[in-house]
């Protein structure tokens, strides 16, 4: 006999070892970044929630994604070369709107000779502490994480190089002057998956659409 609860949760299928999200919650995923994204996987824990706050955490997630953009003035940076030797960075960022994509400055040191020989990159954001923590508690954003995942173009000269300095340096303030130098680069990534974990460990992970 099963219990009430059962009826409240959405079912995923399993069809030839691969995960089957229903349609109904494909069709809760808002459009992100310029693109549409897709669900790849929910944790069993996000699958357990009722119906309800399963859908509030999947329709959510384009809210809750700028939000990190606009409030967290730091990132984790993760790169790694093509002998898988990582390098880890706390990176200030700032979101280029008009290309829907993450930008940062930095030297041509171990990051940046890693995103040469490999473009893939990740930057974790989240609202555990700091300004990001303060507007939460006003905006009644829960806390979680957000991992992005996607390609890095390096730019050192050009339009696209100086618009970038110019709003980085606009978004910092008195960090200003770090960002400006000969040796300093600008990078620009470009998401296409994105893993959402809240505090409660429900976790979703997306895939933009091609």
């Not at 006999?1 to 959405?10: A, L, R, T």
């Not at 079912?11 to 070892?17: A, F, G, M, N």
């Not at 929910?42 to 959510?60: D, Y």
């Not at 910092?172 to 409660?200: E, P, T």
Request: hydrophobic content about 40%; some cysteine; aromatic content about 8%.
């Amino acid at each position: 006999m099963s219990s009430p609860s059962m009826h409240s949760q959405v079912l995923i299928s399993r069809t030839q070892s691969k995960l089957q999200v229903p349609p109904e919650l494909q069709e809760l995923v808002p459009d992100a970044l310029g693109s549409s994204f897709e669900i790849s996987s929910l944790s069993s824990q996000a699958l357990g929630l009722p119906r309800e706050q399963l859908q509030s955490f999947i329709s959510n997630f384009k809210n809750e994604l700028m939000f990190m953009l606009d409030n967290c003035p730091l990132s984790y940076l993760a790169t790694a070369d093509t002998h898988g030797e990582t390098e880890l960075s706390l990176m200030f960022f700032t979101f280029d709107e008009s290309a829907q994509a993450v930008v940062f400055s930095t030297p041509k040191d171990t990051k940046w000779r890693n995103m040469l020989e490999n473009e893939r990159v990740s930057l974790l954001l989240h609202n555990f502490e700091g300004k990001a923590a303060t507007q939460s508690l006003f905006q009644g954003v829960k806390p979680q994480s957000i991992t992005l995942y996607g390609r890095a173009e390096i730019m050192e000269k050009g339009k696209a190089a100086e618009a970038g300095r110019r709003q980085h340096d606009e978004g910092h303030g008195k960090y200003g002057k770090a960002f400006q130098g000969s040796d300093k680069v600008i990078a620009r990534v470009h998401v296409d998956r994105v893993l959402v974990v809240d505090v409660k460990g429900n976790s979703m992970r997306l895939v933009r659409k091609a």
